[in-house]
């Protein structure tokens, strides 16, 4: 059973546009939501993270909303970028993992037409 | 660039062969996570290290793979008899504080299998 599911698999977006991509979990236990991007031939990279303490993090162009009540988050990028075009993972820690465990969705694969 | 030094890139080996990876924590950092991204985007997590100490391994690691963190020496992944599933990428990420999750992972080794 997938204990983080993103969606949708890939999306295409125009340059300036506004990508969403979405992220549901299981476990309710999990305290920790990273986001990560990852070009191709590179790794993952961190992109922003927010905990169940607060339901938005900003950062520049990206955003987090969170919904600890119905387990979902979403990324938000505005004016989104050709640059930006990369796979989006969401994670998830804490909860009864391993200590310090990330566990992955499958990602999200962008695409940004300029 | 990643402060988590992770080599080789690139490793091609026959079915049965051995196929060693090696990774260097970031400075002062004594949590070391293992992890393989399959072609699937699936992440799998290998093994975690609190310095040269297994903090937990799953089975697959158990049995074929073969994992150390010695002191004052590169941490080391080794497969003993390499098979086609092993191909993916493996990633190497590092943390100051075990629990923590805001790690940042290696370039990756990516491993094929022929």
């Known amino acids: 059973q997938q204990q983080v599911r993103q969606s949708p698999q890939s999306l295409t977006v125009w340059e300036g546009e506004t990508a969403i991509l979405n992220c549901s979990y299981e476990d309710s236990t999990f305290d920790y939501f990273p986001w990560y991007w990852q070009f191709p031939r590179e790794s993952p990279a961190l992109l922003i993270a927010i905990r169940p303490v607060s339901n938005k993090k900003e950062d520049g162009r990206f955003t987090i909303f969170f919904n600890k009540r119905e387990k979902k988050l979403s990324l938000h990028i505005t004016d989104s970028q050709p640059g930006d075009s990369a796979t989006y993972f969401c994670a998830a820690s804490g909860g009864t993992q391993v200590v310090g465990q990330l566990t992955f969705g499958r990602g999200t694969r962008l695409q940004v037409y300029a | 660039n990643s402060k988590v030094i992770q080599t080789p890139r690139y490793l091609v080996k026959g079915q049965g062969q051995k196929a060693k990876m090696r990774c260097i924590p970031e400075k002062g950092h004594p949590v070391v996570f293992w992890y393989q991204q399959n072609k699937n985007n699936e992440f799998k997590f290998l093994i975690n290290?609190?310095?040269?100490?297994?903090?937990?391994q799953i089975d697959m690691t158990e049995k074929r793979f073969s994992a150390e963190c010695p002191s004052n020496s590169p941490c080391s992944l080794e497969i003993q008899s390499s098979e086609a599933g092993d191909s993916a990428l493996y990633l190497c990420?590092?943390?100051?504080?075990?629990?923590?999750?805001?790690?940042?992972f290696g370039s990756g080794t990516r491993l094929l299998v022929i």
């Open positions: 290290f609190q310095n040269q100490e297994v903090l937990q």
């Open positions: 990420a590092s943390s100051l504080i075990r629990g923590h999750s805001d790690y940042t």
